[in-house]
């Protein structure tokens, strides 16, 4: 178990950092939330929102923070 808060954000950190490498190296998108936004991330990082509407289709638009 970790010792305190600041130890666990850490660790999640350099988890959060080596997936993003591991992203990019293969040319995968991450997918994430963000502001209750649906949000990927493509390899060059570039950021799009995901909408999907009434019908269900899905739309991507760039995303600004």
Known sequence: MF???EQLQEVLKKANQ???E???E?????YYIKNNKRVR???EGNK???I???TGKRHEF???E
């Open 3 to 5: 010792a305190n808060r």
């Open 18 to 20: 080596h997936a993003r």
């Open 22 to 24: 591991q992203a990019k």
């Open 26 to 30: 293969s040319g995968a998108s991450i």
């Open 41 to 43: 991330e493509d390899a």
């Open 48 to 50: 799009f929102e995901i």
């Open 52 to 54: 999907f509407d009434a």
């Open 62 to 64: 760039e995303y600004h």
